[in-house]
């Protein structure tokens, strides 16, 4: 069995590269938790968003778009990750595919697609997994959405940021339903939200595959330019190690995330869920590992907020405790195992 990327994928990871590192140059880091440009991207980004298909790419052509498999989408999340573009695509992306699972009408799904409605998923009030209701749910990733959807169709406005946090938005109290934009959609079936929750999970992944390996390629540059007692510090053999031992947790990352994306639209849903949940797992332990690693190898200054080693790190721990860390899935897994038996 041959793992890896195509010429066309590979082509689609340098073009996407190349424009969330775009992207991500035009925003400001901040010098604190209340000092951070916000996420949400102007007309003239979110309008070059949309021209890249990144919007439309998981939805299938009858509905407007472009009918990607998983892997390329995971092929885009991991340049957002590894450029830590701050715009919400990986929400849009999310809250796309749960109306196109659920048979949201392709009018909708085709405003979707040309970024003229822009949508985020709703989420439990501890992140961990998607909302039943509206009731004490978070619009996740959703910096410059106006909507988000409930599983039975009701559409909800969004409130402002919540504080100290630029991943989440409160649904508009006392009533967020929109009355016109409220739609009729299927109610979802196990398959429906055991795939769709793998897709995510997915993700996920991809970010902190994208992030993590963003973190290490710019130690090890450091390390073979930072001098130290007349040597670059990469000679020396702790730093050597560490580096060695994160490339390996890079790598196995990235193999876990390729199983991963391509079992979610080649095996049942449940076997999807048990791949993904292993991915993240493992990525979410490792992802944060690696960019603390990261800040040693830079000497601590990664330790400074508007350092982008500080952004990647807080990128890392976001991912990591997204729809659950390392210890709600290997809880669930464990479980699993023992049913079996």
Not at 68 to 76: I, K, P, Q, S, Y
Request: charged fraction near 20%.
């Amino acid at each position: 069995m041959q793992i890896g990327l195509d010429a066309e994928q590979r082509a689609f990871a340098q073009s996407s590269g190349a424009l969330a590192a775009d992207l991500a140059a035009g925003w400001d880091r901040g010098r604190g938790p209340h000092d951070v440009a916000s996420p949400e991207p102007s007309e003239k980004d979110w309008a070059r968003i949309v021209d890249a298909g990144w919007t439309a790419l998981r939805l299938r052509e009858e509905n407007g778009g472009l009918g990607a498999g998983t892997v390329d989408v995971a092929v885009l999340v991991e340049q957002l990750g590894r450029h830590s573009v701050a715009a919400p695509v990986l929400g849009t992306l999310v809250a796309a595919e749960q109306l196109q699972a659920l048979g949201a009408p392709v009018a909708t799904l085709e405003a979707v697609a040309a970024g003229e409605l822009r949508v985020a998923p709703l989420l439990d009030a501890r992140l961990l997994g998607f909302a039943p209701s509206a009731d004490d749910a978070l619009a996740w990733d959703s910096a410059g959405a106006t909507l988000a959807y409930a599983p039975d169709g009701s559409a909800h406005a969004l409130g402002e940021p919540l504080p100290a946090t630029d991943v989440t938005r409160s649904v508009r109290r006392p009533a967020g339903r929109v009355g016109d934009a409220s739609l009729e959609l299927r109610p979802p079936t196990d398959d429906d939200r055991d795939r769709l929750h793998a897709f995510t999970l997915t993700l996920l992944v991809a970010d902190l595959l994208g992030t993590m390996a963003a973190a290490l390629d710019a130690a090890v540059e450091h390390a073979r330019s930072r001098t130290q007692f007349g040597k670059p510090i990469g000679s020396f053999q702790a730093v050597q190690q560490i580096a060695a031992e994160d490339l390996v947790s890079v790598e196995a990352t990235r193999s876990a995330l390729y199983f991963s994306a391509w079992a979610v639209d080649a095996l049942p849903a449940t076997e999807a869920l048990r791949a993904a949940r292993t991915a993240k797992a493992f990525a979410s332990r490792a992802g944060v590992a690696v960019c603390q690693d990261v800040v040693q190898l830079f000497g601590g200054i990664g330790m400074t907020w508007e350092s982008p080693v500080h952004v990647w790190l807080r990128r890392a721990q976001t991912d990591r405790t997204s729809f659950g860390d390392e210890h709600a899935h290997q809880a669930v897994l464990a479980d699993l195992d023992l049913t079996e038996r």
